[in-house]
């Protein structure tokens, strides 16, 4: 068994802007996260994800970056990201940084100069093309809306953006602009991080030529992924990257890799082939989308869920790592998603915590997840801050959808239902700022809020933290194998992990009916311990079928 501390630990990732505001002007700030790091610790977290803090325009909230070795004025400056760093090992937590270099934004210095003529010499940092009979140069279009590629007059060329027209995708076949990120990627490391969260990774080796992509029907434009994800010569990038890089420290690294499937992530994770550590897959977190995407609503079913986490477990078991999450500043929060935000808040907050952190992985935990935040439905579209469900919305509009359609899809799917401000307490706008918030705090924040969390020992953040510990005291949660159980029960989720002569039970009711649990034969006669769950157990002296109330997760510890 090969043992690290990365597959020991439990991550939790901070969305800076909507953290925790220090100086009153609405901005979640690095101060904030300072002020609030002992309850992280409290928590029981081992890793800290911090989402992008370094200079930008903004224009998708930090992810296009103008300036790779600066902060953002609006986050604090460099000392003040150096006291975090400081009080984050101070008190025994590690701290990885988003490393975002599919693409930079268009305010970069390398942007400004290879826009200037076609014989600049960063001119070759991005991907410019003439255009093709008055057009774009391939169909492509941007996962926010329109063409991936915009004109620009200087040059009469076209650049390409998978994602906003500010965020121009860097050139990887350029090894120059490699040895320039491989130079950053170790000027962070030697400042004393523990590691990179690496934004859309597997997108930046481009198939050659830049095909077409096929147009589904009623798109105006090409899906161009299968020529930009996982791409030729991506492994050969990765390897590069860990050979000049990342081999030479003790860190961990996960990679976000949408079109990734159980194949391609041995590939990346496998140890020997000295890629990542892991990485973030979305297969999970896209079977409630209809064949037109994301904004396409369509009901989970749970045995699809089930079959596929098990896909996941299973392929990763002995080569590579699972990353586990439902959550993160891409998603809508899980408790309104998969759960039952109203009646069963609690409970089913709880019992989907259970499903992930009791598989093999590491685990991820996203801010406000701890304490059941949920999802909001703001009344208007001006309310709503994102780009990407901006963009949607203004091309629907174009289209002559219905407003309700285009707003219940927002409800349902919106980034930013995972971007409303961290609710720290019951007083104005959560606890989070004593100014106006950038985006509205959820109104529900004067019941759902860390203080009382805290105070209840009920409640879901006392779970988590409770989940957290399990993880530290039995090895079998971190290392044991994986096995389903009743893959076609439409209602329950159980699996059992397999560990030294222990078994460890996971029984969780997925829906708010009570069906009737099976025991596992071999299981029945064997002594156990109940670890944890989100109902009174009552205990008796043969372990036997039972039944499931709504939303319940149960968690057993059986000795051979």
Known sequence: MNKQWWKESVVYQIYPRSFMDSNGDGIGDLKGIISRLDYLQGLGIDVIWLSPVYKSPNDDNGYDISDYQDIMSDFGNMSDWEELLDGIHKRGMKMIMDLV????????????????????????????????????????????????????????????????QKQPDLNWENPKLRTEVYDMMKWWLDKGID????????????????????????????????????????????????????????????????????????????SDRKEVNMLFQFEHVDLDSGPGGKWNLKPLDLVDLKRNLTKWQEALETVGWNSLYFCNHDQPRVVSRFGNDQEYRVQSAKMLATIIHMMKGTPYVYQGEEIGMTNVPFATIDDYRDIETLNFYKEKIAENVPVENIMRSIYVKGRDNARTPMQWDDSDHGGFTEG????????????????????????????????????????IIVYGKYQLLNENHPEIFAYTREYNGQTLLTVCNFYGGTPSFEVPAGLKQLPYNRLLGNYEWHASDTFDNFELKPYEAQVFLFEK
């Open 101 to 164: 270099v599919n693409h930079s934004s268009d305010e970069h210095a390398w942007f400004m100069e290879s826009r200037k003529s076609k014989d600049n010499p960063y001119r070759d940092y991005y991907i410019w093309r003439p255009g093709k009979d008055g057009k774009e140069p391939n169909n492509w279009g941007s996962f926010f809306s329109g063409s991936a590629w915009k004109y620009d007059e200087t040059t009469d060329e076209y650049f390409l953006h998978i994602f906003s």
């Open 436 to 475: 106006t918030p950038w985006i509205k705090v959820n109104p529900n924040y004067k019941e759902i809020n860390v203080k009382n969390a805290l105070e209840n020992q009920d409640s879901v953040y006392h779970y988590y933290r409770n989940l957290i510990k399990l993880r530290k005291d039995h090895e």
């Open 195 to 270: 590691g990179f969260r690496m934004d859309v990774i597997n997108f930046i080796s481009k198939e050659e030529g830049l095909p077409d992509g096929e147009i589904s029907p009623g798109n105006k434009y090409g899906d161009g992924s299968s020529h930009f994800m996982n791409g030729p010569r991506i492994h050969e990038f990765l390897q590069e990257m860990n050979k000049e890089v990342l081999s030479k420290y003790d860190i961990m690294s996960v990679g976000e890799m949408p079109g990734s499937n159980p194949e391609t992530a041995r590939l990346y994770t496998d």
